[in-house]
């Protein structure tokens, strides 16, 4: 039979790339970490020698396949078809992470073979080698380099700076920020916050931030020390040297709360003790969500729904709370200055109360506790030059290209530096074996090396990097050592010994050099040339700025030339004559610096003048450079660092000599500020490396004037266009943000005609004050609503209510502004934002944690927790505040749910108590008693009550388990119909799949189908439910159910029992009582009607008047108008009148 093989997967992300390869794996050996690359050849023949050595019937090597994916490395057997089925031949051999393969090495002696070295265990630092076998050694660096590529392409997406939005373990609180202080230390006394909230309160009521003083300056002698801090602590072990930038991106930092100090202000504050104080703007909003991530701190406004503030734990040094003021903490954190500083700031946060102030301090010490402990998990693994290791790795180095035999010598001679024991081990070792040639005894023994030295490593206690210059140090670092090791405590004090020599022998060299460099720098052409080819007739002292330079240059040539092995010749220094040097005499050009090799030039060069820091640079890279290659007189080198032989072939391809250069690297170095430099082989002249330059003109003012005229113009036409730029792109991303809103089906197909009736409807000129028929609005409704004028429409209906409802109801919110709600705390944000991320997880708009529509979300709910003290939050309200946010805006959603709580009266199912919810359950069971009797004979026989399955329907709307297109349509009729839509389609929906309830027999299947099947309905059976609401009439029964709830209540509470004549009679007075009040509000509904039709007939007198009135301002306006023109037309015969007495020659009107 055919063999059965499983796998068990894990599938690469749709927009990855991975590749399969058909292997065999030779075998793997696990190692240390600190395995290098001399080592790793070295390695890999032992994992061959031990494939070989297996038995005919576990094959050395065995068919694998290599799975590569920026997601993971796998590697998989890969069964033949007479193979059985195994299970752990059928598991996978290894699986990881492709940054964890941190070595590849391809054989060059067998190009079909390679390795990989993965970091298997940080923890105990040891790594397997695993070494594969490729049928084809042409796809060898194919494979290579898919595994490095998805390492990097893994590394890339690790270490990209993540949005606090998709972290799903962060920790958010709501804050509310006072401002920040620039202060003079990193650390800070107690009594900071409460300082720092005097400094706000006195900078806003007018007071100069001069007056407030640091507290953070150290006490002097008479002052007392600090006191003891209250809930406060700094984290020493998280601090770095490297702060990177504060604010990444400026377009999303809100600069109305953080803007940057000026440079001036903070040097001056700091230098004199003050702090800069900076409170906030009080008509900003200023609450934040203070979130704590696992490596980071996020501040984020739900205003602008973007990140104000990001801090790294590294970047904060100190965390407080006040102790006067217990409901406020801050911290302290590194920002850099504009000029390259950096100085320290506070911030200080509010917070709703106390409990929530230490709750935050306690999150804050376990991220950093988590933190600093994962810091140091991942910390590198140390070495030094006593490591044995580090032996081992020189004395790969040392071996590496030789033949057997020198790599036999050599070993032989790093055998001696063993001990007795050692050797002998080693020696016995290897003869057991029995090598058939000195290759194979060669690999013998650095096998066994390898083996003992990973074992003293384990037990070695590391010297330290720094570099010990004392004698004291050195005989500290000798005792630090193996008392074994005494060889190569003489090793090193003779390498010490080298280096000291070698540096005595450099600063000789570079002393010559340098007096000779500056006195030919004043007559130099070529600025970065490597040797000194300038010459000058004058001897010259060096300058401040030239001395600051060549000490530069003397501890970058120290640095450079202090290798161990490097020596030079005992000759003294030689001297050069006046003129250019020849090729050979010069030094090879560095692939870093923009020097050339010198060439002799028959014409004098000129001089070139430079800016202090141009010859700083000058001289450091000229040192560099000598550092390599130095000659003398005769043309012989000193001799360098031996390089191994990958070295030398890297030298020789890296850094070729090249005896021209094209004009064209001038344009690579356009952008610098300096000169570049010029080539040796160009005509020297005195117009420059770029061929003659042009004499300008001197330009007229005129001209001058016309392109400024010009330069203001355009960039008053680059500014506009920016703005419509801007309106283009906000008006795109509305657009957008629409279309990902309304991102769902409908049920009911809105046809055109529906469409046009609606948009009629809408675009009706004061339509807020118009009453418009109700059964044409049911058939409107019952026809379809248009999805992208939904929120439109609801409005729509809200104003019909209110015009139908003139009189609000009795219980109205305090008209409080959503702004003024939204710069206020508030207590129930732990439940809002948890319940955040499960209001529609699977809709883009709210999927993204912390992105814009959960921001939104969390404003309105946290606004109408503030407005509404009794109900504040409860479950639920979540999911019918986003829908409505999906239809409309932040401000108008929130209006409209004050609208459905209030006067459609669905808050009082969110009431504490959750007694109208047991009543609408009870209401819901009557009604399925007298609609449906045989299901709730079904229902009670399983002992189901509503409340296991309605109670989501009724406080989420039906929003948490259906269909958005169907949830729509069902706030369609509560608009249009009240709250008792939701009983409708309840019943409707239990009515109309009865029969498949009724097929299960159990409690379980039962729950299960209403809750998961029943929400899974087709759009036809959603339409026909849709229809059957409109068609049912069930208020006047709800009012009697209601009624009866109450009536069943006092009995309940009521536990004398009682007769059967004492209950009638009860009961009659019970009745009579009722029909008295039934009365009673009966005549006070005709006094009511009656009130109401003369308040009517009032309005329709006051609206006559009115019109009256207006036609008569109409008329009188009219009659105005007139007078004011006959007025005019007096006056101007009046001035004609007056003209003609004064000159008497005019002739006189004749009278009639």
Known sequence: MEPITFTARRHPLPNEASVDFGLQLVGSLPVHSLTTMPMLPWVVAEVRRLSGQSSKKEP?????????????????????????????????????????????????????????????????????????????????????????????????????????????????????????????????????????????????????????????????????GPRPMRKSFSQPGLRSLAFRREFQDAGLRSSSFFGSFEESDIENHLISGHNIVQPTDIEENRTMLFTI???????????????????????????????????????????????????????????????????????????FTVAALQQTAKAPAQLCDGCPLQGLHKLCERIEGMNSSKTKLELQKHLTTLTNQEQATIFEEVQKLRPRNEQRENELIISFLRCLYEEKQKAHIHIGEIRQTSQIAAENIGSELPSSATRFRLDMLKNKAKRSLTESLESILSRGNKARGLQEHSASLDLDSPVSSMFSNTSKEPSGCEKEALSISESCFRLLGSSDDLSSDSEGQPTEEPGLLSPKQGFRRRANTLSHVPVECQEPPQLVRGSPGVLQRK?????????????????????????????????????????????????????????????????????????????????????????????????????????????????????????????????????????????????TPGRSKIKFDM???????????????????????????????????????????????????????????????????????????????????????????????????????????????????????????????????????????????????????????????????????????????????????FASQFPLGFVARVFDMIFLQGSEVIFKVALSLLGSHKPLILQHENLETIVDFIKSTLPNLGLVQMEKTISQVFETDISKQLQAYEVEYHVLQEELIDPSPLSENQRMDKLEKANSSLRKQNLDLLEQLQVANGRIQSLEATVEKLLTSESKLKQATLALELERSALLQTVEQLQRQMAELGSRESDPTLPKPSGD
């Open 619 to 763: 001289l450091v890279r000229d040192f560099e450079s000598k550092a390599d290659h130095i000659s003398d007189a005769s043309g012989t080198p000193v001799k360098t660092r031996r390089h191994s032989w990958r070295q030398q072939i890297f030298l020789r391809v890296a850094t070729p000599q090249k005896a021209c250069d094209s004009p064209k690297r001038y344009e690579d170095y356009s952008e610098l500020g300096e000169l570049p430099p010029r080539s040796p082989l160009e005509p020297v002249c005195e117009d420059g490396p770029f061929g003659p330059v042009a004499e300008e003109k001197k330009r007229t003012s005129r001209e001058l004037r016309e392109l400024w005229q010009k330069a203001i113009l355009q960039q008053i036409l680059l500014l506009r266009m920016e703005k419509e730029n801007q309106k283009l792109q906000a008006s795109e991303n509305d657009l957008l943000n629409k279309r990902l809103k309304l991102d769902y089906e409908e049920i009911t197909p809105c046809l055109k005609e529906v469409t046009t009736v609606w948009e009629k409807i809408l675009s």
């Open 775 to 957: 059964e044409k609005m049911h058939s409107a409704v019952g026809q379809g609503v248009p999805r992208h004028h939904r929120g439109e429409i609801w409005k729509f209906l809200a104003e019909q209510y209110h015009l139908k409802h003139p009189f609000p109801c009795k219980q109205q919110p305090k008209d409080t502004p959503y702004k003024e709600l939204l710069k206020q705390l508030t207590s129930q944000q732990h439940a809002i934002l948890i319940d955040l991320g499960r209001t529609f997880p699977t809709h883009p708009y709210y999927s993204a944690q912390l992105g814009a529509g959960q921001l939104s979300l969390y404003n309105i709910l946290k606004a109408y927790s503030l407005l509404d003290q009794e109900v504040g939050y409860c479950q639920g309200l979540s999911f019918v505040a986003g829908i409505l946010l999906l239809h409309m805006g932040e401000e108008e959603a929130f209006n409209m749910l004050k609208f459905l709580m209030f006067d459609m009266g669905l808050r009082k199912q969110y009431r504490p108590d959750m007694i109208i919810l047991q009543i609408q359950m009870y209401q819901l069971s009557r009604l399925l008693h007298d609609y449906h009797r045989d299901l709730y004979d079904h229902l009670e026989e399983h002992e189901i009550g509503p409340s296991l399955y309605a109670a989501p329907w009724f406080l989420t709307v």
């Open 293 to 367: 991530g696992q490596s980071e701190v996020y501040l984020i406004s739900p205003d602008t729904k973007k990140i104000a503030l990001q801090k790294n734990f590294k970047e904060i040094s100190f965390c407080s709370q006040g102790i006067r003021h217990v409901d406020h903490f801050g911290f302290i954190c590194r920002e850099s200055s504009g000029g390259g500083g950096f100085h320290f700031v506070c911030y200080v946060f509010q917070c709703a109360n106390e409990a929530l102030v230490d709750e935050i301090m306690m999150t804050l010490k376990q991220a």
């Open 60 to 224: 050395g090597t065995k068919p694998v396949r290599l799975c590569v994916s920026p997601s993971g490395l796998r590697c998989e057997p890969e069964p033949g078809k007479s193979q059985q089925w195994d299970p752990l031949i059928c598991s996978s051999i290894f699986e990881c992470k492709p940054q964890r393969v941190h070595k590849l090495i391809h054989n060059s002696h067998d190009p079909s073979y390679f390795a990989c070295l993965i970091k298997n265990d940080a923890a105990n630092q040891q790594s397997i080698c695993y070494v594969f076998k490729a049928d084809d050694q042409t796809k060898v660096p194919e494979i290579i380099s898919s595994i490095r590529q998805a390492g990097k392409i893994a590394r890339q997406e690790e270490f990209r700076c993540p949005s606090e939005f998709d972290d799903t373990f962060a920790k958010k609180f709501e804050v509310l920020f006072c401002g920040r202080v620039a202060v003079a230390h990193r650390k800070a006394p107690p009594a900071l916050i409460d300082e720092c909230i005097e400094g706000f309160s006195h900078v806003s009521g007018g007071s100069s931030p001069d007056h407030f003083r640091s507290a953070l300056q150290p006490p002097g002698d008479g002052e007392r």
